[in-house]
């Protein structure tokens, strides 16, 4: 039997030491392998001694075969290191450092808005009223003949709003509606606030939306006067913005409150802007819902979400309230 050739013995034994480098599957493994193989009594050894042995017209040949396999070794070694996260100037230790903080996973938010109705919920709870909601699809009864708006009236045109086809139905453009679904279910007194999404075909821009958030509060007592609704105002934007919130009660008309009033505030730095509408509940409304109103007051209102939102943090466009950039939603989060 001929000896083997040293170059398919270097073939072979190479063969198996970039196995055992390979099979390594942590770094205790990969330690015990390189050992195995490039340790001082590693199997290496024998390769090397082949130069020795090797006739002298092939030492050349050998020890060059010998040494490239060992390069390749060692290179295959620092990469398996890198591949199971040990770096090589770490002589094999881990190099995951424990007490290093972690990377905390991405955690969601409420939406701003909802975070925002929230609080003014809170705080109109804590004057006093009860929380309530309404449906988003609404009949034409509760969004505007109970409210005092007739058949004719321009603001029940099919431009202002969004009629379902075929549907006495339309998405609700006011809040106003739970007044009415209230009264119609509980009798005085009531002191009820209801958010909610509202619905108007306008034309989007940085002002206008055909989606946004009203706060509707209704208040139905024997002798409600327009100072209590002043008074309950004035209490809530301070509740909100500070001591120094200023508010301006403009003459206005609704159909459903008489007499009525645009509500405006000012705070910091900016002037005067409009909140919303309130006023004194119109006679006729309580006359839709079955209520005397020689026997009963009420007071009414009903203010933009957005519209507080954009002004308390500076937010220039109300398009960015339903765009969903994280970058937007994280500043005011
Ligand atoms: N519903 C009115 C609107 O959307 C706002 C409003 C005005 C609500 C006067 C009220 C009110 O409750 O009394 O423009």
């Known amino acids: 039997m001929s000896a083997q050739d040293p170059l398919e013995t270097i073939q072979t034994v190479g063969e198996a030491c970039r196995q055992a480098l390979l099979d390594a599957e942590d770094v205790a493994s990969l330690q015990a392998a390189r050992q195995e193989v490039l340790g001082r009594k590693g199997r290496f050894v024998a390769l090397t001694d082949l130069i020795k042995t090797a006739p002298k017209e092939r030492k050349g040949q050998v020890g060059q075969a010998v040494n490239g396999l060992k390069k390749e070794l060692a290179e295959l070694v620092e990469q398996r290191q890198g591949e199971l996260g040990v770096s090589a100037a770490t002589g094999g230790v881990s190099s995951i450092d424990v007490t290093l ?13 909802t975070k925002i ?35 004719h009236h321009p603001a029940r045109d099919e431009s202002e709003n969004f ?18 679904r209230t009264m119609e279910a509980e009798s005085p007194p009531i002191r009820v606030c209801a958010p909610g999404r509202v619905f108007r075909p306008d034309t989007v821009d940085a002002t206008h939306h055909y989606m946004f958030h009203q706060v509707e509060g209704l208040a139905v007592d024997r002798g409600i006067t327009m100072a209590d609704l002043k008074t309950t105002l004035l209490i809530f934007f301070k509740a909100l913005f500070g001591d120094d919130v200023e508010l301006r009660l403009r003459p206005s008309f609704f159909p459903f409150t008489e007499p009525s ?11 005067w802007v409009e909140i919303g509408g309130c006023g004194m509940v119109d006679p006729n409304v309580f006359r839709s819902v079955g209520i005397d109103p020689d026997e009963w007051t009420g007071f009414a209102f009903g203010l933009g979400i957005e519209r507080l939102a954009m002004r308390q943090f500076a937010v220039p466009d109300i398009r960015y309230f339903t765009e969903n950039d994280v970058r937007f939603l994280k500043q005011l989060d």
Request: charged share 20%.
């Open 101 to 113: 903080p972690g990377t905390a996973p991405a955690v969601g938010a409420l939406h701003p808005l």
């Open 117 to 151: 109705e929230r609080h003014l919920v809170r705080v109109l709870a804590s004057l006093g009223f009860e929380v309530t909601e309404g449906p988003e699809i609404e009949d034409e009864f509760h969004n505007f003949e109970a409210l005092n708006i007739p058949s």
């Open 163 to 180: 009629y379902l086809r075929g549907l006495p139905h339309l998405l609700r453009s006011q809040t106003s509606t739970v007044q009415i």
């Open 261 to 271: 009033a645009e509500v405006d505030v000012h705070f910091g730095e900016k002037g």
